[in-house]
């Protein structure tokens, strides 16, 4: 698939020049010292093919992509019960706001906002010690990604827990709605080191890659979730993704996709690929500023929009 | 393509045990007068198929759906200089909130929900009288279904203009901000005509076949809009086209969609299908209780969805 | 007394040279032609004195101060009734906001937000026209002060009906909510008149001496409402009186007062006098910014506060 | 002053029948052990007198009424510079709400909502340890009060440092703004201590007495604050000390007063009285249910209320 190979190298190529633009996230100290002109693409395809361009290899601090991840494990636990926990509506706000939680009794509006993603990690931590939980994340996205040397960044994780002031917020406020099974936290702990793995885009392209395939992991033959679930969880990426950014990335990108604050993107077109970008300049709405466009670009020259050719 | 027909038939045989469940809209009192037994269905395919079940040929008010003919018709006067006027991203509200706007200047978060679909009116009515941008409105869903005979309910438009006061008050206070080009009175003269007009299934199916083929209507081959402009129209269906209620129809359903509070909703299936259903019983968001179910089952038959087989 | 009106005179004096600052307001065309130089007190005391300074005699439009006047017209008429309609809780916000409404259906949260006095102007126009309303009101005030050449500005009352779009917003969005008995356009047409009214500093004094007097007017020996009702009319002042300004002039001032957008502000001391002062110009608060501070200094100089020598 | 203990006598016999009315707070666990049967009335006055009524010795949680006496402390330190870090208004919200911390970039309302009294403990913190701090602030009360055996109930210390996720979670909110200098667990070890101050009415009235005088406790003739202070303090509970009850307690009652949920309710009737009443069940506001009608009849029967006789 020589085509793609070169839609990627141009897009980057492309890109390559505005490298270091956008605003690298300094609330997380650790993240504040990566390169900003770091810039990575990696397009794994579901008929086997990987397509990578720039940084593809170098691992960074996947942040809030880990929440796929663990949405994923906890829908393989608990089923549709977790949604008593947690909403599927966009929430038209900020990434770490709390008026909704206070309007709305400690209910986060969906799994991809913090709080939201802290009512999973609970869930995740149900019958395990912190430590466990970590592991089981871990061993989790290594399967997924068929990879065994994925880790916790474990500064990040540290600097997460010394400075991650308003995650303490909403996880207390969800307790004091009773809404948390566990301390806040041990809930906690486990949450700033899910969002501190480190991974490069190839990683994460091919940890992705069983939501473009109906659930399935393409390489392996793997039955990650089934066809409904996988499709559900792309839903909830298009609409939930990218916080108060999410109607515009389907309106420019129209793939589901989840950003971290580290500058990374994963994006899924359905039937076709699995797609990690990585920029850590970020735009105004916390998303990587390169990563977005590159994933902008690639949708419309592959065709790729879930909205149609 | 008689399994598509047989599929229709069996989701409308299987879901008129239900009908009349749902609570009818009362808030418009002519809406309140709909036999709330009425259910229709009608799906058009890209290749020139209709498939129609039950009431698929009673015209009713379409009312918010009608939101996406005016955004298309004002994307084509201005292009994307609408979005001065208007966001893109889902509100997290009601249909008819207003607390947003207050935050937010005055400019509404999305043309789908009321704020934004008066603000869209407001650009229709430019250089027109309220009498011509009706007729402009008009024609132009006749264009786009192509069918002479569509025509407003003057009793609903009536009826609306005696009862909306909450669409008042979203207009003058979006014109208290200087966001509405001419007075509320005039604006809402078309708003409340355009939320009136009565089509049936089978014409509303029609008449949104284009956003199902890359923005030409494959009967008559006309281009409405651009590919882009298709898939984006496509995009704000789908993270915006259900209120509060968006995310879970993209959950259940994942196809752009429209709803409006006569009970019909607008799906579109790219390079597939437009589809068309109506039953006047909502459920709790303000969607079609069966429509929103019909739209379930035909789209996990028949693996439209876009976020995957 | 010899000494207050030393004293008036000295604050006059002293603030005189700060005549124009501020900014008047202008979302009302009419009074954004007022003087901005224009500088007016008047203290009435309770033993018959009156002490004017400046522009006392000229009259001027009073505004929001009109809500205190109809808030006593409607206790008198309906009695504890009214708090169906309206609450008596300092808003927190400004006195145009309509986020408080929504969240809490539709009921204003005191008196003296724009939103609840219309929902009191509604009261007032039971069982009349607008027009024989806006007479009761104009009989009223001049009962009031004793004076029968108090008229509306009807140039103001224009002025405010074409441009009062915000407050056309709260009133038909009450009205969604089944809170108003009348059509928004009547109420607001009443509403607009008794904010037109104007009285001069030397007026407003008079008429506000009831409240200052345990509820009878100390100069012509009319009960115009209970001992009780004045001290709850003057706590509602206290607390709501300057709208997301309450706090700071309770801790500045410590009087009762209620302020108008058109630079007047009446002020209680219960015991001891009525205060009107005007002075065109606006702090960030939207209470005239002179008036304030000769307000402050007074009741220093007094020792009036009611929170103590 | 026979006729004031008659008065205290007879409010307290009236309203004895229905001790147990109302709710007890049971988000601190220890409170919840509370007979609701007590019910304790103290007036001190500025000339010396002190009349008790029922459960006026025994000592129990006076929670947020400590917010004063922190408040009064934090001025004394650093003046007016304090109102950087807190506003003075109404905040139209509960006494725990997160949301207004939100929209206005983590600076709380005023010092009497938790959030305030959290930034004013920050304050009082400076420069201390968290023992030390406690001690400064219980020397502070005894001082206040005159006595000697006030102390801190360790039990509810306890409780709330066990259950007070709500407070954990404002904390650190506004450490995440930048608005509090320690952390947050600091802050609420200070805060949470504060609140267990365990005191009878007669030792509260006592200690609130010299903002009835101007200042000064009349008793031993210490100045505490000036006289312009202790009018602020006044007005800041009369405009912020119930929350979002905060306006119908000016309306029922008429004077500054400051409520905890532990049941009790420090008022003040400047140049006249310091009053203190305690009675666990609590009204729909969270403010003492008996203690509120007993501050109603006494402001009644003696006409002490701010705003007039």
Known sequence: MTDLQAIVDDIHATLSTRR??????????????????????????????????????EPFSIQSISKVFTLTLALGKYGEAIWKRVGREPSGSAFNSIVQLEHEGGIPRNPFINAGAI?????????????????????????LADEDD????????????????????????MRSFGRLDHPAELVLGVYFHQC????????????????????????????????????????????????????????RVGLPG???????ILAVAPGKASV????????ENGNSLLGSLALEMLAARTGWSVFGA
Chains 1, 2, 3, 4 share one sequence.
């Open 20 to 57: 270091g633009e956008g605003r690298v996230a300094d609330y997380i100290s650790q993240l504040a010292h990566v390169d900003p002109k770091k810039f990575g693409m990696a397009v794994a395809t579901v008929d086997g093919g990987m397509h990578l361009a720039g940084d593809a290899e």
């Open 119 to 143: 009512a999973i990690t609970d869930l995740v931590l149900a019958g395990h010690t912190p430590k466990e939980a970590i592991g089981e994340i871990v061993r989790f996205v290594r399967y």
């Open 150 to 173: 994925i880790v916790v960044d474990q500064a990040v994780a540290r600097s997460e827990q010394a400075t991650g002031f308003r995650n303490v917020a909403l996880a207390n406020f």
């Open 196 to 251: 501190a793995l480190a991974m490069s885009c190839r990683q994460l392209a091919r940890a992705g890659l069983f939501l473009a395939n109906s659930g399935t992991n393409p390489l392996i033959g793997h039955r990650v979730v089934s066809h409904m679930r996988a499709r559900r969880i792309n839903a909830l990426m298009l609409t939930c993704g990218h916080y108060d950014g999410s109607g515009e990335f389907a309106y």
């Open 258 to 264: 989840k950003s971290g604050v580290g500058g990374g």
């Open 276 to 283: 990690a970008v990585w920029s850590p300049g970020l735009n």
